[in-house]
């Protein structure tokens, strides 16, 4: 029993520094984004920058945020521009999400910003941690993507 509590103890305070790490870290590096954006927002734009147009419901999946979610975030890019929605012609239940011109000029700007706060953020570590760091995430994301 005691081993159990143990093995829990370590496993949930791991969980617990792996999301205040994270929690930190996303919020100093949101915080530096220019053009009044927010992480979420952000994420959609990275998405679309680097994989191009993708469906509404790719791009929940691929940015591990709620269908409802990501339909707000769209909506307020959306209005600003930066993002347009196509509706499918075979399926109309089906809408495509792509940058605009505007969008990408955007992307332009922000992405360098963005990426300069990530290398800062991330130089506590040496290159050797970062790609310990990356190994051990992947690791740990891919045997909870087994579990479900």
């Keep these: 029993m005691?081993?159990?509590?143990?093995?829990?103890?370590?496993?949930?305070?791991?969980?617990?520094?792996?999301?205040?790490?994270t929690w930190t870290v996303t919020a100093r590096v949101a915080a530096?984004?220019?053009g009044n954006i927010t992480?979420?927002?952000?994420a959609v734009l990275e998405a679309l920058y680097t994989l191009g147009p993708m469906y509404q419901r790719e791009l929940s999946q691929r940015i591990?945020?709620?269908?409802?979610?990501v339909t707000a975030v769209v909506d307020g890019l959306e209005r600003r521009g930066l993002v347009s929605r196509t509706r499918s012609t075979e399926d109309r239940r089906l809408v495509e999400v792509g940058l605009t011109a505007?969008?990408?000029g955007f992307m332009n700007e922000v992405l360098p910003v963005y990426m300069s706060k990530v290398r800062e953020e991330f130089?506590?570590?040496?290159?050797?941690?970062?790609?310990?760091?990356?190994?051990?995430c992947r690791t740990l994301g891919r045997r909870s993507e087994e579990r479900t």
Excluded: H, N
Aim: glycine content about 10%; aromatic content about 10%.
């Design 32 to 34: 530096c984004l220019p």
């Design 102 to 104: 505007g969008g990408d």
């Design 123 to 136: 130089s506590v570590l040496t290159r050797e941690e970062q790609e310990e760091l990356g190994r051990l």
């Design 2 to 21: 005691d081993g159990d509590r143990q093995e829990f103890s370590q496993a949930f305070g791991s969980f617990i520094k792996l999301c205040r790490a």
């Design 64 to 69: 591990l945020r709620s269908s409802a979610s």
């Design 39 to 42: 992480f979420a927002q952000f």
